[in-house]
């Protein structure tokens, strides 16, 4: 076997393992707030199942983790609401507090009963976001509980569903494209209501009469660079250190087989794409489109 194979086989092996060892993890009672509406949240089973209701219009719920981190793997379990669920937006994300804020989604964008949801993925970093891509699930997101996990590190985000990488945005910044590197972050879930545009475009409104609508989450899973653990001046460049676990050469690229994975992905399931629109952007598209993305 060549020196190339050997590092793809490697790659395969060690983004695997890290993804296994990121299901070792926190507990939705110890290790988060929640932050809005906290009477439409409830936990159980010592703190690792989670629901989160949208009630009304103005009334859903959110959770936030104690921890701030920059870098590292964040996954959580959730089935997504059942039935006529157009209107609704259940989410899992991570995201910076303030001006000019970084922000990785996992938002889903909820249907008509029998139609499927869409799945949802963007980044902001100084602000600036607009990097939509968008997905049809190939399974029933309702039927049962699914794995999410973001992956961040100096050098690419991946969005990974029951560890099949969806997308995947690469580190551009040495060319001008702004990615999230020095803002600490939170794991946030939440739900709440958006039927002026969530479902075809806002012309598929709520049924109120089918209210609350319930989200269910289990297993939240951190394996991050804790920001408490050198304050906020000292983070950026502690967790930025070669010597983290997430900063091994190997985890800079996807594997042969998970780069198949995400091919057939986007193939087969995509539905919108920011570089693929040529229209929003007058016939051009953004530079980091012209660049590798996997």
Request: charged letters at 20%; aromatic letters at 12%.
């Amino acid at each position: 076997m060549g020196r190339s194979a050997k590092a793809l086989r490697l790659a395969a092996v060690t983004l695997m393992a890290v993804l296994e060892l990121s299901l070792v993890g926190a507990n939705f009672l110890g290790d988060c707030d929640i932050t809005w509406e906290p009477q439409n949240a409830k936990m159980d089973e010592g703190g690792n199942h989670l629901t989160l209701s949208l009630v009304s219009n103005s009334s859903g719920s959110m959770l936030r983790t104690k921890k701030q981190f920059i870098f590292g793997s964040v996954s959580t379990r959730i089935k997504l609401v059942k039935g006529n669920s157009a209107g609704t937006v259940t989410t899992y994300y991570t995201s910076s507090i303030g001006d000019n804020h970084d922000e990785i989604d996992f938002e889903f964008l909820g249907n008509e009963t029998g139609k499927p949801y869409t799945v949802h993925t963007n980044v902001f970093a100084d602000g600036i976001g607009q990097k939509e891509m968008q997905f049809r699930p190939w399974f029933d997101p309702t039927a049962d509980y699914h794995n999410y996990t973001i992956f961040w590190n100096q050098c690419m985000i991946v969005w990974f569903i029951d560890d099949i990488p969806i997308r995947v945005f690469r580190n551009y910044s040495a060319q001008g494209v702004p990615f999230p590197t020095r803002r600490q972050m939170y794991a946030f879930s939440s739900i709440w209501a958006a039927e002026d545009w969530a479902t075809q475009g806002g012309r598929v409104k709520t049924d109120w009469t089918k209210a609350p609508f319930v989200a269910e989450y289990r297993d939240i899973n951190l394996r991050v660079c804790d920001c408490a653990s050198y304050g906020a001046a000292g983070c950026p460049d502690s967790c930025a250190s070669s010597s983290n676990w997430y900063a091994a050469p190997d985890l800079c690229q996807l594997s042969e087989k998970q780069l198949r994975q995400m091919h057939a992905v986007q193939l087969g399931y995509t539905i919108y794409d920011y570089c693929a629109d040529g229209k929003r952007y007058n016939g051009t598209v953004p530079p980091e489109c012209s660049m590798r993305q996997y």
